[in-house]
């Protein structure tokens, strides 16, 4: 009984162990990384600033409330940028972990999938620093009430911007979210073109939802959400005709 469950046993320490040194090296990379980028940690955070600075008035600025805010506020930054820089090593990891598991089919579609999926949320996030935060900022500074000036803490502003940046690189994996469900089989490339008027309805929503009441930066997100959308019904058409013609040939 024992020489029976060996190899079973053996097999699941092996990917065990194999698990431990892919997370160990993930770690390893975001470490390295948080560290090269410790001491420029008050310089990421004035990058990371100048969209709201440039929309204050004259004089405006940044405050801490709190006593160590101007300490941990920076390092809490130069982590999540570390993080960001690090992923295509994590996720490689990941990949040479899932790998071995999968059909030699499944490997074609995920790779692909996983880098576009990488690069589409850097994206995201360079059109959230880029175009929307200074577009929000100038409109929220402007609808400050007299006498009132607008002077937000360091530590609110990156939780704030952190979560702009999830959502903006969430918002442009549309492409991969169609792809991924027309490769499930929940739909098809017909069904996501007919179905186009509810999709651009839900995106403007989902902006609304996301941005601040100003019209702009609304269709400033929704417009790239639509176009990532039919770009997503593109390459499900493009991949539908392909696996039929593989079909056909076999």
């Known amino acids: 009984m024992t020489a029976a469950a060996g190899p079973p046993e ?3 320490i092996a990917h065990l162990l194999e698990l431990r040194s892919r997370l160990l090296r993930s770690v390893l990379a975001v470490g390295l990384a948080f560290v090269a980028l410790l001491p420029f940690s008050d310089r990421l955070y004035a990058l990371l600033a100048a969209p709201l600075l440039r929309s204050l008035p004259k ?4 405050i801490a409330i709190e ?3 101007t300490f941990f506020v920076p390092m809490k930054l130069a982590f999540f940028v ?3 820089l690090a992923m295509p090593v994590v996720l490689y990891q990941l990949w040479a972990f899932v790998a071995p598991g999968l059909y030699q089919q499944e490997k074609r579609l995920a790779r692909p999938l996983l880098v576009a999926a990488t690069a589409l949320f850097y994206c995201g996030c360079a059109f959230t620093y880029f175009l929307l935060l200074p577009v929000m900022f ?3 500074s402007g609808t400050a009430p007299a006498g009132v000036t607008m002077m937000a803490d360091i ?3 990156l939780d704030f911007v952190l979560v702009m940046f999830l959502a903006g690189g969430v918002s442009f994996e549309v492409p991969v979210a169609v792809m991924i469900a027309v490769i499930l089989g929940w739909v098809t490339p017909k069904q996501l073109s007919d179905w186009r008027g509810y999709v651009i309805v839900a995106i403007f929503i989902v902006a609304a939802i996301i941005t601040p009441p100003d019209g702009l930066s609304q269709i400033m997100l929704a417009v790239p959400m639509c176009l990532l959308y039919e770009l997503g019904i593109l390459m499900a058409r493009l991949l539908r005709r392909r696996t039929d013609r593989s079909t056909v040939a076999q």
């Open 10 to 12: 053996e097999s699941l």
């Open 59 to 62: 004089g405006g600025q940044l």
């Open 67 to 69: 006593v160590t805010s």
């Open 82 to 84: 570390a993080l960001m």
């Open 138 to 140: 100038a409109y929220l």
């Open 155 to 157: 530590s609110h502003y």
